[in-house]
């Protein structure tokens, strides 16, 4: 708890690591007025669009591995392989599969996320699995006799039971998202070309690391736990006005 | 054309879908041990397989010290987190005092707490106190960033556990320690467990903290040193990927073995 009022502390001064003098709100003015955290804040918009794909592709592949077919539980295990691997490791081989792709900024990019939705779709699977394991099965047989298709009975009965595990599964990918690829970014793309694949976190990684700027990371560090906590608790707002249109 | 038919043709096209995703999975895995076995002429050619790169590895770079600084941080950190967790989970679960909720609050909104906003006041309070390059700096990080998600899952699990255990032990004038090490101890092992492989790969994988908190050479992990390999612009694919495969090889096998434990720890914060 006290790093995190440290940062605070230091997000409002021109610290380099040494000494430390106060400048005040100006930090956050400074910081908003620099293009080059926009175009940072960019990528991580980026990030949160692949998001969407991160959870849609486990949610479709957990629905097929619950209907149980041969070696379904061998799938289960090759797909939440990945859990295990550094971002390190995924970076290194990731670098030489995308080898073309990594000297334009935006198929760096794309690179980067797809690397992501790759790294992430065993965990989520294994999520959605697990939540659609806790469902009664007397449900789908009820929908079943009535005549409802398929499609019907995951919009209606699958989706709304499951809205917990998605809830959980967006809130640990954007975490992912949001403050654990630094490894990944510094070994497969060093946060280029350009600013190309420079996320809010590895910003803060080279403001205070390999220039010094401390005072100006720190600040960075409060806006992306600001921006973390900002959309934690949005989507929680927007699932519970979905509740009430549905109840 | 029953019935019966079209779902077997569909069960024998979500077959054939999941083997595709099973493919696309594997598929750099696959790379990573076909590659490792040749050398670099192999390599370029695409013909032929050999040890070289193997030899290359354990002969030219330090791997041995590396393989083992990273089981002392692990194990270190994986260490002081089950102290701190089963104690805390045991005072949170179980123990009656005033102000326990609101302690219990702060803990876990450590939790939503990004590594990167805290790393630049702990690296200066750490080389305040001298701990840069030293194994006890980072296993306290460590031990700082995955104690709060421990003690949150450990005070879950005992929570669950029937409260007349303890009246019961009270009665047969156990003290609270003695409580805690007969019978909240045994009890909490496959908590512990969950605890133990969610931790190991989180430590074993991890390259920020252990970049910036153990620099020197003679104490830098496995994950450091491939990371810096590559930072090197080493252009010698095969090597690099034995050394990928002998970093991750640890953390693969922790979660073949204890694979049912890592699923319960990262669906556990769902049972709210």
Known sequence: ?247 | MGFAYKRRIARVLIFIVLSIVAVVMLYPFYFMINTSFRSFQQYQSKIGHSLSSWMALFQNLPVGRELLNSAIVTMGAIALILIVSTMGGYAFAKLQYKGRNAIFLVIISGMMIPMQSIIIPEYVNLANLSLINNFLGAILVYAALGGPFSTFLMTTYLRGLPNELMEASLMDGLSYPKIFTRIILPLSLPAMATIVVLQFIQVWDDLLVAMLFLQSPSVRTITVGLATLQASRMTNIPVLMAGSLISALPAVLVYLFFQKYLVTGLTMGVQK
Do not use: C
């Not at chain 1, 041969?70 to 081989?93: D, K, N």
């Not at chain 1, 789908?140 to 809830?167: M, S, W």
């Open chain 1, 1 to 247: 708890m006290i790093p995190i009022l440290q940062t605070i502390y230091y997000s409002f001064t021109n610290w380099n690591g040494f000494s430390a003098s106060w400048v005040g709100v100006g930090t956050y003015i400074n910081l908003f007025r620099d293009s080059v955290f926009w175009r940072v804040l960019l990528n991580n918009g980026g990030l949160l669009i692949s998001i969407s794909v991160a959870l849609f592709l486990p949610l479709v592949t957990a629905f097929l591995l619950t209907q149980r077919v041969f070696a379904w539980r061998f799938f289960r295990s090759v797909y939440f392989l990945p859990t295990a691997v550094s971002w390190v490791v995924i970076g290194m081989v990731a670098m030489r599969f995308f080898n073309g792709m990594l000297s334009g900024e935006i198929s760096a990019l794309i690179a980067v996320l797809l690397t992501f939705i790759w790294s992430v779709f065993g965990t989520n699977t294994v999520i959605f699995v697990t939540g659609m394991a806790t469902m009664d099965e007397s449900l789908y047989e009820a929908a079943r006799i009535d005549g409802a298709a398929t499609f019907q009975v995951v919009r209606h009965i699958t989706i709304p039971l499951l809205k917990r595990f998605i809830q959980f599964a967006f809130i640990t990918t954007l975490i992912t998202a949001f403050t654990a690829l630094f490894s990944l970014i510094f070994v497969m793309t060093g946060g280029g070309p350009g600013y190309g694949t420079t996320t809010l976190e590895f910003f803060i990684y080279q403001q205070a690391f390999t220039i010094g700027n401390f005072g100006y990371a720190a600040t960075l560090g409060v806006v992306l736990f600001v921006i973390v906590f900002a959309i934690s608790i949005a989507q929680m707002r927007l699932f519970k006005g979905n509740e009430g249109e549905e109840g």
